[in-house]
């Protein structure tokens, strides 16, 4: 589908004033090509065989010839998720959103998956991309048939799957353990944990027909470095890392790759519960001195681990459980 590629054309338009009519001569030979930069073998339009003989020195004497060649395949090279189709559950806010948002300036199709559906609609609605791009769908990422829906709606609107992200969670209100009630124990169980259980029901399915895939499950540094008051969270996430390395065993043979990432505390919709109910200067200042680079994770941190994950540079990695942290699990 054709995507909005930048300002690089206007370059191209001005090399082409130098076409003239003389003599075709012989584009470069092998040999060439194995000088220019970047991964993928050149294809010239036509047309190029006219620029004169003095205008392909300059061109390859300064290295323009690659922005002719940029211009050609700009997406292929610089579009990172080009056509790939994502999952994102809890894309309609906090880290969600800034994995969607990422994942769409890559080049991916999007589903955005998420229990608030009109938030979802509004962050679609929202992006800059082309609208046929991404999706919303309603999903309770703890309810079997809901997740099979939204798989569904990816396979149904965008022809196949080739990464998930498990974002969605939910957190524990900081206090003591002992005082946290069986029924938000549960939840905070199906959201965390069941719902990777319930995708890897419905989607592994899909990617393995497809020859493999990406999944990336979002942690916690809580799993590596737990603070007191969450232990139920704690422990949730801790299934969410283990469970991504026994995946990634299991499923390499299929070529699907299975990593998660670590955040620390976020700016995010669960921000205050992890500080108590309260986010105040001073609770927050707390937090923030247990992290060596003195900040807060954002959407956009996290959004650069994913798209690393999903990406092709990371095609041997897997089973990864990466800390975003700015130093807190050290």
């Not at 323009?64 to 997406?75: A, K, S, T, W």
């Not at 990422?102 to 080049?107: S, W």
């Not at 991404?134 to 990816?154: F, G, I, Q």
Request: aromatic fraction near 8%; glycine fraction near 8%.
């Amino acid at each position: 589908m054709p995507r909005k590629i930048g300002n690089f054309r206007p370059l191209v338009l001005i090399i082409n004033i130098y076409y003239c009519s003389v003599e075709p001569i012989p584009l470069p030979d092998d040999g060439d090509e194995q000088r220019l930069s970047g991964p993928c073998k050149p294809v010239f339009p036509q047309s190029f065989n006219r620029l004169s003989l003095s205008t392909w020195s300059l061109l390859w004497h300064h290295r323009l010839y690659d922005i002719v060649y940029f211009d050609h395949h700009f997406e292929s090279q610089f579009m990172r998720l080009k056509d790939k189709v994502a999952i994102v559950t809890g894309g309609a806010s906090g880290f969600g959103e800034g994995i969607v948002t990422r994942f769409l300036a890559e080049g991916a199709f999007v589903v955005i998956a998420d229990i608030n559906l009109n938030a979802a609609i509004k962050v679609a609605n929202n992006a800059s991309c082309d609208p046929e791009c991404v999706s919303a769908v309603e999903v309770d990422v703890a309810d079997k048939a809901a997740v099979e829906n939204m798989v569904k709606h990816a396979t149904d609107t965008f022809g196949r799957l080739d990464i998930l992200v498990n974002n969605a969670g939910i957190a524990q209100r900081r206090g003591p353990m002992l005082d946290v009630d069986e029924d938000t124990f549960d939840r905070i169980y199906a959201v965390n944990v069941k719902s990777i259980y319930l995708s890897a029901l419905a989607a592994v399915p899909i990617l393995q027909a497809g020859g493999g895939g990406v999944i990336i499950n979002t942690a916690s540094t809580a799993a590596v470095s737990p603070r007191p008051g969450l232990t139920w969270y704690n422990g949730s996430k801790g299934a969410v890392v283990t469970l991504t390395k026994s995946m990634a065993v299991e499923l390499a043979p299929d070529n699907i790759r299975v990593n998660a990432i670590n955040p620390v505390i976020g700016q995010t919709g669960l921000t205050a519960d992890f500080m108590g109910g309260e986010d105040t200067p001073e609770i927050r200042e707390k937090f923030l001195s247990t992290i060596p680079l003195g900040r807060m994770s954002t959407p956009e941190d996290i959004a650069a681990a994913a798209l690393y994950f999903a990406s092709d540079e990371a095609s041997f990695i897997t089973g990864v459980c990466l800390e975003v942290d700015g130093g807190r699990c050290i």
